[in-house]
T-cell receptor, first 110, second 112 residues
Framework: DAKTTQPPSMDCAEGRAANLPCNHS???????VYWYRQIHSQGPQYIIH???NNETNEMASLIITEDRKSSTLILPHATLRDTAVYYC???????????FGKGTKLSVKP | SQTIHQWPATLVQPVGSPLSLECTVE??????LYWYRQAAGRGLQLLFY??????ISSEVPQNLSASRPQDRQFILSSKKLLLSDSGFYLC???????????FGQGTRLTVV
């Protein structure tokens, strides 16, 4: 089973920041938080990952709480092309498998 | 750079027929390899993963099997397809040291 909990859906206005939450209260010390997104009928696309520090790249920012039990993916200026299902995944350590939960369906609206 | 190839893109097969989907990775060695299935309107289900040649772990018992005959080749097979095997099949690879996973473009299988 997935080790993360996400809201099933969210809406965001185009041009505004999209903040997608994720709970991972059972994360262990050597596990990373990864975010992927899947646009309809395509393979998932890697967005960002982090261990305990906040991370930023050209796609998004990842904010991880100090206790590492939750995180937030931030798309600073959402566009219509950001409409997708966003998956938060806990992965790493000695585990070789990458388990996806149900994700959050983000709808960016004009 | 690393690339992942998965084929075919679409496939229509009759019930009871065999299946073989192939996935190959280029530009890396000793990758972790994964097969996922996504049924219509549902999430990604991990079917198999492999950390090395001949090493296959099954996450869900089913009508499918996987093999890894070479380091960068991962094959998904079935001897007799069922209607319930229809779905979107995705192959992925990741590095062995907690790196991100990269997905192929997927195969949309319809069993009729």
């Amino acid at each position: 089973d997935a080790k993360t909990t996400q809201p099933p859906s969210m809406d965001c206005a185009e041009g505004r920041a999209a903040n997608l939450p994720c709970n991972h209260s059972t994360i262990s010390g050597n596990e990373y938080v990864y975010w992927y997104r899947q646009i309809h009928s395509q393979g998932p696309q890697y967005i960002i990952h982090g261990l305990k520090n906040n991370e930023t790249n050209e796609m998004a920012s990842l904010i991880i709480t100090e206790d590492r039990k939750s995180s937030t993916l931030i798309l600073p200026h959402a566009t219509l092309r950001d409409t997708a299902v966003y998956y938060c995944i806990v992965y790493g350590g000695s585990q070789g498998n990458l388990i996806f939960g149900k994700g959050t369906k983000l709808s960016v609206k004009p | 750079s690393q690339t992942i190839h998965q084929w075919p893109a679409t496939l229509v097969q009759p019930v009871g027929s065999p299946l073989s989907l192939e996935c190959t990775v280029e530009g890396t060695s000793n990758p972790n390899l994964y097969w996922y299935r996504q049924a219509a309107g549902r999430g990604l289900q991990l079917l198999f993963y492999s950390v090395g040649i001949g090493q296959i772990s099954s996450e869900v018992p089913q009508n499918l099997s996987a093999s890894r005959p070479q380091d960068r080749q991962f094959i998904l097979s079935s001897k007799k397809l069922l209607l319930s095997d229809s779905g979107f099949y995705l192959c992925a690879w990741s590095g062995t040291r907690r790196t991100e996973a990269f997905f192929g473009q997927g195969t949309r299988l319809t069993v009729v």
